[in-house]
C-alpha cells in the first residue's frame, strides 16, 4: 500500500448516502484487507456489485497440482524456450515454480482478456520482461512497459489489455504484497534513505463509469476457478477512495545500494510477502575495497530458497544462462558463483546486471511444465 487516493463522487463520511445529480443512490463496496483492521479502499458503484450468478468456466491457467518428490539440486529452468501465444493473459499464464506461499509463472500472451480476472487466493505481482499494455480495474486504468513492476491488490477485478507485439511477464503469486517497513518512517511515509520514493510509483487513473459489455467474472479461489456472470458491468464506480488499488514501478527506478565490500541480498530489498522475499538487482558501481571480491560470495542460506529471474546485462556470477532464465537454489546445499567467477570479479567496477530475486522459506518445487524446459545439466555445471 502506498498512501490515500480519493477520486471522482464521494459523500462527506463513508457508510452515509450517496445519490446522483438523478436522485439514484450509490453502492457502497469495501475492500479490506486483514479483516477489517488492515488497508481499505471504499468503491461507489452505480448498481449493487454482488449480483453474481455461477456459470461455467471457460478460462483459466493450468493450476500447481501436489508436489512430487524430486532430489536435492541446484536448477534451471529455461522460460526462453516456452512459446508465445495467442491466448488472453487469463489462458496464457504458465506455472513454473511454486511453494504454499507464492506461485511463480510466466505469461507469454497474444489478445486481450475476455473476462474479467478476480484472484481470490492472493495479490499478483507482474514483472514486464517485454512488451507493455493496459491494466483495466473498477479503480481506473494503469498503463505499464517494459521493465515495470504491476502489482494487482487480492479480489480486485481485473483485465488485462496486451498491447500489439510480443510479450513476456514474470508473474509472482503471493500473500501480503507490501513495501518494506524498514523504507517507511512513523508516519508510513518512504523514508529519504528509502531505494525509491512515492513519485516512482504510478497509480490509475480514474476514468469513470465505462462499460465494455463484458459481463463474465472469472474467479479463483482455493485453487480453482469459479466463473460468474454479473448483470452489470463492474465499471460502473463513480468515485471511490482509500489505499488499496493497483500500482506500477519501474525497476530501473530502484536506487541500489553500494558498500565498501559485498552486501548481502535484503540490501536490494523492495517488496515484502508471506513467506518471501522480493529483491530487484539492477545496473550500478560494485565494491569499492581495493580488496573487494564484487562476486557474491557463496553462501548456505539454510532458511531459505533462493530464485532468480535474469533480465538482461552481465550475469557475472553465473555461465549458461541468459534472458529469462530462472535459477533455483534450495536451502540445504550452499550455492554461489561458477567456478572461476569469484576469481574473475576481483577489481572490477560496476555491472550492468538486471534481475528480480524471490527467497522464499518454504521450499520451492518445480510443476511439469518447468521440468519440459529443465537444464539437466545444471547441478553439473558447478563441478569444474
Known amino acids: 500500500m502506498l498512501d490515500r487516493m480519493a477520486v471522482g463522487e464521494l459523500p462527506a463520511k463513508h457508510h452515509i448516502t450517496l445519490t446522483g445529480a438523478d436522485g439514484a443512490l450509490r453502492y457502497e463496496e469495501c475492500f479490506t484487507r486483514d479483516g ?33 518428490a524430486a532430489p536435492l539440486r541446484k536448477r534451471h529452468v529455461q522460460s526462453q524456450q516456452l512459446a508465445a501465444t495467442a491466448l488472453p493473459p487469463v489462458d496464457a499464464r504458465i506455472p513454473l515454480v511454486y511453494n504454499s506461499d507464492v506461485v511463480v509463472s510466466v505469461l507469454k500472451p497474444g489478445a486481450p482478456d475476455p473476462v474479467y480476472l478476480v484472484n481470490g487466493d492472493g495479490d499478483e505481482l507482474l514483472y514486464i520482461f517485454e512488451g507493455g499494455g493496459l491494466l483495466r480495474t473498477p479503480l481506473g486504468d494503469l498503463r505499464f512497459e517494459r521493465d515495470d513492476y504491476v502489482a494487482i491488490p487480492k479480489a480486485v477485478p481485473h483485465r488485462l489489455i496486451p498491447d500489439a507485439g510480443p510479450q513476456y511477464w514474470l508473474s509472482l503469486e503471493v500473500s501480503d504484497l507490501h513495501l518494506l517497513k524498514q523504507w517507511r518512517n512513523a508516519a508510513g511515509q518512504l523514508r529519504m534513505d528509502a531505494p525509491y520514493t512515492h513519485r516512482d510509483f504510478r497509480r490509475p487513473t480514474f476514468v469513470g463509469p465505462q462499460d465494455e459489455g463484458l459481463r463474465d467474472l472469472l474467479v479463483k479461489r482455493g485453487n480453482a476457478f469459479h466463473a460468474f456472470t454479473v448483470p452489470t458491468s463492474p465499471l460502473d464506480v463513480v468515485g471511490w477512495d482509500g489505499t488499496v488499488y493497483p500500482w506500477a514501478f519501474p525497476i530501473l527506478a530502484f536506487q541500489p545500494r553500494v558498500g565498501l565490500t559485498h ?65 533455483i537454489h534450495p536451502a540445504g546445499i550452499p550455492h554461489g558463483p561458477h567456478p572461476g567467477a569469484y576469481e ?9 546486471e538486471l534481475a528480480v530475486m524471490l527467497d522464499t522459506f518454504q521450499p520451492m518445487h518445480l510443476t511439469d511444465a518447468a521440468r519440459g524446459v529443465e537444464d539437466a545439466g545444471y547441478q553439473a555445471s558447478f563441478v569444474g
Open 36 to 68: 477489517f483492521d488492515g488497508p481499505y479502499s471504499i468503491l461507489y458503484h452505480r448498481e449493487r456489485p454482488h449480483l453474481h450468478a455461477p456459470a461455467p468456466v471457460r478460462h483459466g491457467w493450468t493450476l500447481p497440482g501436489a508436489p512430487s
Open 344 to 352: 574473475a570479479s576481483i577489481g572490477t567496477r560496476d555491472t550492468t
Open 263 to 327: 552486501l548481502p541480498p535484503t540490501w536490494h530489498g523492495t517488496f515484502g510477502a508471506r513467506g518471501g522475499l522480493i529483491c530487484s538487482f539492477v545496473p550500478r558501481p560494485v565494491d569499492f575495497h581495493p580488496q573487494a571480491i564484487p562476486c557474491p560470495y557463496p553462501h548456505s542460506s539454510v532458511d531459505c530458497d533462493e530464485l532468480l529471474f535474469y533480465c538482461r546485462g552481465n550475469f557475472t556470477s553465473r555461465r549458461g544462462v541468459g534472458p529469462g532464465s530462472i535459477s
